[in-house]
T-cell receptor, first 114, second 116 residues
């Protein structure tokens, strides 16, 4: 199993500003994933972060809006840039699933943009 | 492309009664299937998974699920519901041979409410 520490757990931000979310894993992992969960909705994958390479973004998400860093095998950050109220969501980082294992999730960051 | 459907947005059940939360999937290939639960203001917690083998899998907190390949379903069940089971439940799928992609595709979620 993997233990994932994600912070901040919540924040209220002004529109036009940026917020960086941190994700720390207690073991080395190749891939880390960032998801968005809009209010009352399911999880949507934003991007896959591999150590040593550029993140791979899903359709509808771009690097300028959601820059990701992956400096080592245990850590990643997601920045939500130039925020608007539409960015109000829960953002979750995840590792796995592995070959026969499940995915593990951080506790999430509840972002409110005002 | 893989997809997951949870046909019920809301399921209500009385405490002590059996509960079922439905999930169907669509994939090309053999799926890995998962159930997660999300309590308010919390991340996702793993409940159980089907990888291979016995179609009936048992997981945390007394939950179980049955993989039915012919019906492409993976319904979550519990014989006797507790009020503390009230939460948002997500079904998810991954196709193991989908290249380097290891991300999950999630269903829309089902809000389970257990009434005292």
């Amino acid at each position: 199993s993997a233990v994932i520490s994600q912070k901040p757990s919540r924040d209220i931000c002004q529109r036009g500003t940026s917020l960086t979310i941190q994700c720390q894993v207690d073991s080395q992992v190749t891939m880390m994933f960032w998801y968005r969960q809009q209010p009352g909705q399911s999880l949507t994958l934003i991007a896959t972060a591999n150590q040593g390479s550029e993140a791979t973004y899903e359709s509808g998400f771009v690097i300028d809006k959601f820059p990701i860093s992956r400096p080592n095998l245990t850590f990643s950050t997601l920045t939500v840039s130039n925020m608007s109220p539409e960015d109000s969501s829960i953002y979750l980082c995840s590792v796995g699933p592995g070959t026969n294992t499940e995915a593990f999730f951080g506790q999430g960051t509840r972002l409110t943009v005002v | 492309a893989q997809s997951v459907a949870q046909p019920e947005d809301q399921v209500n059940v009385a405490e002590g009664n059996p509960l079922t939360v439905k999930c169907t999937y669509s994939v090309s290939g053999n799926p890995y299937l998962f159930w997660y639960v999300q309590y308010p203001n919390r991340g996702l917690q793993f409940l159980l998974k089907y990888i291979t083998g016995d179609n009936l899998v048992k997981g945390s907190y007394g939950f179980e699920a049955e993989f039915n390949k012919s019906q492409t379903s993976f319904h979550l069940k519990k014989p006797s519901a507790l009020v503390s089971d009230s939460a948002l439940y997500f079904c998810a799928v991954r196709v193991p041979l989908s290249g380097s992609a290891r991300q999950l595709t999630f269903g829309s979620g089902t809000q389970l409410t257990v009434l005292p």
